[in-house]
């Protein structure tokens, strides 16, 4: 997308995220912000990242976040960065107890959700099963 601002260009963004091709990948979040920095370096984009939050993941996303920090146009901004978390534990949950343990484990991971709050990011909580990426995105949007 070719930079712009308004209506318009917030429609462009939304309809391009709810096609994305995902591709699974091997490569952690710094080195696919490292590969891609050319396109990067001197601009203000928005960084849409779709992950599944956990202690395991933490520190990648953690140093992705802070990599894209280092490449972003001027230093005193912060990159735009919404994080779609995958309600992981939920979409696997199938019993009432599992549901129980899947919200223990989501309350678990607050502290993540906060430092990566700290660092200007946007943690937006995303189940799959129970909400669209549309949805989610919208909510987002609205503030939710």
Same mark, same amino acid.
């Given at each position: 997308l070719f930079p712009d601002v308004g209506k318009r260009q917030q429609y462009q963004i939304t309809r391009e995220l709810l096609h994305v091709d995902i591709r699974y990948s091997t490569e952690s979040l710094k080195e696919a912000v490292h590969s891609c920095r050319r396109y990067i370096v001197g601009t203000q984009p928005l960084f849409v990242i779709v992950t599944m939050v956990e202690p395991a993941k933490i520190r990648g996303i953690i140093d992705g976040v802070r990599q894209l920090h280092r490449y972003v146009g001027r230093a005193s901004t912060k990159p735009a960065i919404i994080i779609f978390n995958v309600q992981g534990y939920s979409i696997a949950a199938q019993s009432e107890e599992e549901k129980i343990a899947a919200g223990f484990l989501t309350y678990h991971n607050q502290?993540?959700?906060? !430092? +990566?709050?700290?660092?200007?990011?946007?943690?937006?909580?995303?189940?799959?099963?129970?909400?669209?990426?549309?949805? !989610? +995105?919208?909510?987002?949007?609205v503030g939710g």
């Open positions: 502290p993540y959700y906060d !430092a +990566l709050r700290s660092m200007g990011c946007i943690v937006v909580n995303w189940d799959p099963v129970g909400e669209s990426f549309a949805q !989610a +995105l919208q909510r987002q949007r």
